[in-house]
């Protein structure tokens, strides 16, 4: 971050300086008060069980620049106190005024699976040519895009952000605050339906990511299956300031962009990538189609950028996944694939798919938990998951072991063992789930652990890896 005056803080929030020098510099921002120090601006938010306003006399104390407060009744004996109506808002608008200082390109990643996974292979992809700031963590919600922005200063060349969404109306924040020039929309699936109450609404709602698009502004959708059709249909094209171009990538051949030819390797897998001006062989460590559809939205950007197809390239095939998004752990002679970060119906049969492509050899273990937040489709959406891993036992592609925990995947649990002869056990805690998988794992097995971040499974991937 470079640093701004307090004075510009203070326009750019719409708040009053009720103490403290106009003139100081503030060179970082701060939502944590552990992590206050010399030079912080202190945003206290107030949440649904803590109030950080009453951090406030600690973190002057401990050197802090500034801080945002919405009682103008506080007083600080150092530093200096900026009111504002509402912290958040403030953050936002700071955050907002920020990016403006900055004409630099920045690419927005939404989607309802693949978000982070396709950003960070888009920044890989950038960082061979471009210094690149990417979202850090989770931090792609209303107060994490915010936070992100201070990340960017003068020697930035290229942004590439996450923008996830929940609720209706989100996205219009988000787009102010971040500005976007390109937008990616990795797929439409039903995360959140139970807040956004179709998969047309959810792309509508994501699809608003394009919001003051300029002439120049281009829309990359993941062109397979229906999704071309909906995003024709239901993104708001009219919210765009000049002719947004939408271009389709994917694995389907009517794409500009596709890959095809894919094949599983011992190393992970490849395909040959096809664009307007011919085709290339890429390799990838990390296991199945989404990864294929990720890793051509990010070389599809890369011809956009003019970045060189030969270091895009061994930078894919150098990436690896990040903490609890696919990793492999090896233990007690077992490969665990550790993707508990989150969950959706769509992304836990794109990676029981993955499962079954990671090796021919070895028994495959899935042990799945709840996916929240889908309303009143849950059943359906849960038994549907049920039915997918049938299918493809069908197909000859069978788990030897489904463990379920929690109460709404007893849906998956319940389909399975009426209408296959797979082994199933549904569990009450992330220990029982942990325990049927030990009791029963041999060596050679591949496990894949998976659920919505509520339900916390990386407690199960810690008791089958330790000791």
Same mark, same amino acid.
């Given at each position: 971050m470079k640093p701004i005056l307090i004075e510009d803080i203070v326009r750019a929030a719409g708040g009053t300086l009720l103490w403290g020098n106009a003139g100081a510099e503030v060179d970082h921002v701060i939502i944590d008060s552990r992590e206050a120090a010399p030079g912080a601006l202190f945003v206290p938010l107030i949440g649904e069980r803590v109030d950080a306003h009453r951090f406030i006399p600690d973190v002057l104390e401990k050197g802090a620049a500034c801080t945002f407060t919405s009682d103008a009744g506080i007083r600080g004996g150092s530093g200096a106190g900026i009111h504002v109506a509402d912290t958040l808002q403030a953050l936002q608008d700071l955050a907002a005024w920020y990016r403006n200082q900055f004409t630099l390109p920045v /690419?927005? /990643?939404? #989607?309802?699976v693949g978000k982070t996974t396709t950003k960070e292979m888009i920044a890989a992809v950038m960082d061979t040519k471009y210094k690149t700031v990417r979202t850090l963590r989770n931090l792609n919600s209303q107060i994490g895009l915010a936070l992100m922005m201070f990340c960017l200063d003068d020697e930035t060349e290229m942004a +590439?952000?996450?923008m996830g969404i929940s609720m209706p109306g989100e996205m219009d $924040? &988000? +787009?102010d605050i971040a500005r976007p020039e390109t937008a990616v929309i990795t797929n439409i699936g039903v995360s959140h339906i139970g807040n956004l109450g179709s998969r047309e609404r959810i792309c509508e709602e994501k699809g608003k990511i394009i919001t003051n698009f300029s002439r120049q502004g281009k829309l990359y959708v993941c062109g397979n299956g229906d999704l071309r059709e909906m995003s024709a249909a239901c993104i708001p094209y009219g919210r765009c300031r000049g002719e947004c171009e939408t271009i389709y990538y994917g694995t389907e051949q009517d794409c500009l962009y596709y890959g095809d030819r894919i094949q599983t390797t011992e190393a992970g897998q490849r395909f040959i990538f096809h664009y307007p001006e011919g085709e290339t062989e +890429? $390799?990838?460590? +990390?296991? #199945? /189609?989404?990864? *294929?559809?990720? !890793? *051509?939205? !990010? &070389? !599809? &950007? !890369?011809?956009q950028y003019d970045v060189p197809l030969e270091g895009a390239v061994r930078a894919l095939a150098d990436y690896q996944p990040i903490a609890m998004r696919g990793v492999v752990k090896e233990a007690h002679g077992v490969h665990i694939i550790d993707d508990t970060y989150n969950a959706s119906p769509d992304s836990i049969n794109s990676n029981l798919r993955a499962l079954f492509d990671h090796s021919p050899s070895g028994g495959k273990i899935a042990v799945l938990a709840d996916v929240l937040e889908l309303g009143e489709r849950s059943h359906e959406l849960h038994e549907g998951i049920g039915r997918f891993i049938v299918e493809e036992a069908e197909q000859g592609r069978k788990l030897s072991l489904l463990v379920t925990m929690g109460e709404e995947s007893r849906a998956v649990h319940d389909h399975v063992a009426a209408s296959s002869d797979i082994p199933v056990v549904h569990c009450r805690d992330q220990e029982e789930a942990a325990q049927a998988v030990r009791t029963r794992m041999t060596e050679g097995d591949w496990i894949l652990v998976k659920g919505s971040r509520g339900m916390h499974m990386d407690e199960v991937v810690e008791r089958l890896t330790k000791e």
């Open positions: /690419i927005g /990643i939404t #989607g309802s +590439v952000y996450e $924040r &988000l +787009v +890429v $390799r990838l460590s +990390v296991m #199945g /189609i989404h990864n *294929v559809n990720n !890793a *051509v939205a !990010a &070389l !599809a &950007l !890369a011809c």
